[in-house]
């Protein structure tokens, strides 16, 4: 069973209130204030604790917000023999379309099937079903980039300019 725990830390005239929710796994975040932090508890009773744990106060954003059609979106893993793998994908509607890539040096192309994504957590899941099986879970939004601009940026950039 999941519970949260309050915590104040004092360090000199630093302090850091924070919530711990603690259960099937642990997780930690901290708030601004005591207030802050007590409300974000009270906003949690009688709910699935790990789900809204994890998005509490997050910004949720369409991917179809952020880029435009046909951007073309990046995901990277550094393969275990020292190369490195690449995906590439473009939004095509309110999903990912796969085109191909590198997987640890050699030519990579999606099967025409297989090749789409709702998202880009379900995106990188796949490259890394691909290229690290032992891997569990990602941020796409953390580790995929977008060719804007002639420039790559990070899709987290990108989604909190919007």
């Keep these: 069973m999941n519970k949260l725990f309050y915590t ?3 360090m000199g005239s630093y302090k850091e209130y924070a919530v711990t929710l603690v ?12 207030a802050e932090a007590k409300r974000f508890m009270k906003d949690m009773e009688n709910s699935d604790l790990l ?3 994890m998005y509490y106060g ?6 179809s917000a952020v880029v435009k059609q046909e951007t073309l979106i990046m995901h990277r893993i550094d393969c275990p023999n020292g ?8 939004l095509r509607g309110d999903h990912l379309e796969h085109h191909s ?9 999606c099967i025409p099937y ?5 998202s880009l957590n379900a995106f990188i899941r796949s490259h890394y079903s691909v290229v690290r099986p032992n891997r569990k879970g990602g941020n796409g939004w953390i580790e995929c980039k977008a ?5 790559w940026t990070k899709m987290s950039e990108l989604r909190d300019a919007v």
């Design 8 to 10: 104040e830390l004092t």
């Design 23 to 34: 259960g099937d796994c642990t997780k930690y975040r901290t708030f601004v204030s005591a």
């Design 51 to 53: 789900e809204k744990f």
């Design 58 to 63: 997050k910004k949720r954003v369409p991917l």
């Design 83 to 90: 190369s490195v793998s690449l995906w590439y994908a473009s």
């Design 101 to 109: 890539g590198v997987v640890c040096g050699r030519d990579y192309l």
């Design 114 to 118: 297989s090749n789409t994504y709702a």
């Design 147 to 151: 060719l804007v601009n002639g420039k």
